[in-house]
C-alpha cells in the first residue's frame, strides 16, 4: 500500500518531465505546480495528472485531496478511500465507475513504508514514478486514489505485501487511454519493482505535520 509520499520535483523540472510522456503534446497546470512536499498524507492535496483532448495529447496537472469521493457519497466522512486493490477495482461500487471512465496518474519521487515500526523511504533508481490513479468529482472536489496491486521482488515483498501500481512509460497510454479490458492487462506487479531501492529514515515521519527535507536522509 501507500499512505505517504514525497515530491520534491516540481516547478518547470516536473511539467517538462510530464510533458516527455508519451503522447503528450501539452501541459496544463492552471493552478501552478505544487510546492516540494516531504511528507504527504490522506485527506490532503495532491497532483493529479488527467489527460484531456480528443486524443488525449494534453496532460492537465491538477489539485486533487486524496482520498476518493464517489458520486454517490454524501459527505467526506468514513476512511478516505486513499488506496484501491488493483485486484477488485473494476468491481467494487467505490471504484468501477471511475475505473471505467477517469483514469490518471499520481506522481511522486519515493515513498514512505514502515517495517516493525521503522520507516523507509521507498524511491526508483532514476527518475520519477507514476501511479496509476482514479479520479472523481464527488461532492464538487476533484479527488483521486491510488491503484494497488501485490508486491514483487525479494525487496519490496519483504518490506510490504502491497505495492502502488507504477507504470513504465510505455503503459501509461493504454491506462488512461484504453477500454476497461486494456485497462485491466495492466493490474499486476508493477514491472518496475525490481527498480526500487530503499533506505532507514527518521521516526518523525510518522507525524503529517512534520514535513521537510531532512525527513528521506538515511538514518
Known amino acids: 500500500m501507500c ?50 483532448g480528443e486524443a488525449g495529447e494534453t496532460a492537465a496537472l491538477d489539485s486533487a485531496r486524496w482520498g476518493l469521493l464517489p458520486s454517490w457519497k454524501k459527505d467526506d466522512s468514513g476512511p478516505p478511500l486513499f488506496n484501491a486493490r488493483g485486484e477488485t477495482v473494476a468491481e467494487k461500487p467505490s471504484f468501477r ?9 499520481m506522481v511522486l519521487d519515493g515513498y514512505y513504508e514502515w517495517k516493525d515500526k521503522q520507516p523507509y523511504f521507498v524511491t526508483p533508481s532514476e527518475g520519477l514514478l507514476y ?21 514483487v521482488g525479494e525487496t519490496m515483498t519483504w518490506l510490504h505485501n502491497r505495492l502502488p501500481l507504477f507504470l513504465t512509460r510505455d503503459d501509461i497510454e493504454q491506462w488512461v487511454a484504453g477500454t476497461s479490458e486494456e485497462a485491466l492487462e495492466l493490474v499486476h506487479p508493477s514491472r518496475i519493482a525490481g527498480d526500487l531501492s530503499y533506505r532507514p529514515v527518521v521516526k518523525e515521519v510518522g507525524n503529517v505535520r512534520n514535513d521537510y527535507a531532512e525527513l528521506i536522509d538515511e538514518v
Not at 510533458?19 to 485527506?43: H, K, Q, S
Request: glycine share 8%.
Open 3 to 52: 499512505g505517504r509520499f514525497v515530491l520534491f520535483t516540481t516547478g518547470d523540472d516536473l511539467l517538462n518531465e510530464i510533458g516527455a510522456l508519451p503522447g503528450v503534446t501539452t501541459v496544463e497546470a492552471p493552478d501552478g505546480t505544487p510546492p516540494p512536499r516531504y511528507n504527504v498524507a490522506p485527506t490532503q492535496q495532491v497532483p493529479l495528472i488527467r489527460f484531456v
Open 97 to 105: 465507475s471511475a475505473f471505467k471512465a477517469r483514469r490518471g496518474l
Open 131 to 151: 501511479a496509476a490513479a482514479l479520479w472523481e468529482t464527488g461532492l464538487d472536489r476533484l479527488s483521486t486514489t491510488m491503484v494497488t496491486t501485490d508486491s
